[in-house]
């Protein structure tokens, strides 16, 4: 940036004594004038000793499909994304935002104005990989401080190819997301780059009707061992000591959830997401659970009619994309909501105990509880807009939650279901 030099002329004069207005010692008075010289270059300017500025400037953008520019800061990864924005209301946990699979395709907006103060540490990441397409937030913390942290933000973003803002107004954008709904944005540091071709980029994106499973889901079948660590373990209850082999298939799996499975008792073999039933059968699984993932269920028919297959032959857990996928093998139909919910503090009533759990969510369809065919039950009923939360079949030995019940992040008020699956099992292998 090249800067401009500064011609200063100095005059003085010095006013009578005036002692209503002064005391004894006479008033100096001086004037200055400035004029500034034209814009010099990069090296005159440097051989003057007048250097850029010492904070960063604003270097990137974000382009709505609405067509309004907001311009920010850019950290982590440069070049140009597209994506859906939504926000994020989690006041802690942007760590296992960053690497939940289920944000796969879209922009992360944190609402909370102040991210990246407790750096980065390894054993908070809820897969092998960030795959959010970028992270929106207000202010970028400039220091780090946790017994934990490895590494800033920043650094952990760039290395793993992820473009982050900050110094944009997500309250505004936050306000339009609400009014408007999700929208699709583009993220861009390259100024060759017009204003119209990000919209351009923007309006002829979208991530209605993709398969956006595939490309979170492992390739091969494993097992997972790991429990949640002793230190974290906050709930024994319902645990008696029996193990029980559960499938899980993989759409976009968090591991916190394998490690609760793990915690109670569990046996998994995760599978891909596109393993047949009757692979799944064979295996003679006490369960199967159906794992979170990203999008729209209605893009991955080869999935619901997997689940379509194995229910009622086995007891089955479904969560988020599973519990959608669920619905829609019973029959019933899913909607894309107006801006989703994404963040660790959704009210939930569970319609059975009549109880209020505090829940962490992330999802932009779900379940119309009308479509759904007799005998299925709606356990749970999201408090801020009476969207289903949960469904249940003693029939068919299902139960399902539109949201995390192992949190991570967020709080631990679901973490009976986990034990309410066991039981499921337990009732099955016994013949109750």
């Not at 011609?7 to 500034?36: G, H, M, Q, W, Y």
């Not at 780090?144 to 490895?150: A, D, F, G, L, Q």
């Not at 002829?204 to 230190?231: F, H, Q």
Request: charged share 20%.
């Amino acid at each position: 940036m090249a800067a401009a030099s500064m011609d200063l002329s100095l005059t003085s004069f010095v006013l009578p004594n005036r002692a209503s207005i002064f005391t004894s010692r006479n008033a100096r008075v001086f004037t200055i004038r400035c004029s500034s010289s034209p814009s010099l270059p990069m090296d005159a300017a440097s051989a003057l000793g007048l250097a850029e500025k010492p904070w960063k400037t604003a270097d990137a953008r974000l382009v709505l499909e609405d067509g309004s520019v907001w311009k920010a800061k850019s950290f982590g990864a440069k070049g140009t994304q597209v994506g859906e924005v939504v926000f994020n209301t989690s006041l802690t946990g942007y760590q296992e935002i960053l690497t939940d699979p289920s944000y796969n395709g879209q922009f992360v907006l944190m609402t909370n104005p102040h991210i990246g103060n407790t750096g980065i540490n390894f054993d908070d990441e809820e897969s092998s990989k960030c795959f959010l397409g970028g992270l929106v937030i207000r202010s970028l913390s400039i220091s780090t401080s946790n017994w934990r942290c490895t590494k800033p933000l920043g650094d952990y973003l760039a290395e793993r190819n992820i473009m982050g803002i900050y110094d944009v107004d997500t309250r505004a954008i936050t306000c339009r997301l609400r009014q408007d709904g999700s929208l699709i944005g583009v993220l861009s540091t390259e100024n060759d780059k017009s204003d119209e071709q990000l919209l351009e980029m923007s309006q002829n994106w979208n991530i209605v009707g993709v398969d956006l499973i595939s490309d979170v889901s492992c390739r091969i079948p494993y097992e997972w061992k790991d429990k949640t660590d002793n230190e974290w373990d906050f709930n024994s209850v319902g645990r008696d000591g029996k193990t029980f082999h559960v499938i899980a298939y993989d759409f976009g799996i968090k591991h916190n959830i394998l490690r609760r499975l793990a915690s109670y008792g569990c046996n998994i073999t995760v599978v891909p997401s596109t393993w047949s039933a009757a692979e799944t059968l064979k295996m003679k699984p006490d369960g199967v659970l159906f794992s979170n993932g990203p999008g729209d269920p209605s893009a991955v028919p080869y999935a619901v009619q997997t689940v379509k297959e194995i229910v009622g032959k086995v007891p089955v857990f479904g969560i988020c994309m599973g519990h959608q996928l669920l619905g829609q093998a019973l029959g019933g139909k899913t909607y894309k909501m107006k801006f989703g919910h994404h963040g660790g503090n959704h009210p939930v009533r569970n319609l059975q105990s009549g109880c209020v759990e505090i829940s962490a969510q992330n999802h932009n369809y779900a379940v119309d509880p009308s479509s759904l065919p007799e005998g299925v039950e709606v356990t749970h009923v999201n408090l801020n807009d009476g969207s289903c939360a949960g469904l249940a079949s003693p029939k068919l030995k299902l139960m399902s939650l539109q949201y995390h019940p192992e949190a991570s992040p967020g709080p631990h008020d679901s973490d009976y279901v986990f034990a309410e699956f066991i039981q499921l099992m337990e009732r099955e292998k016994s013949g109750v």
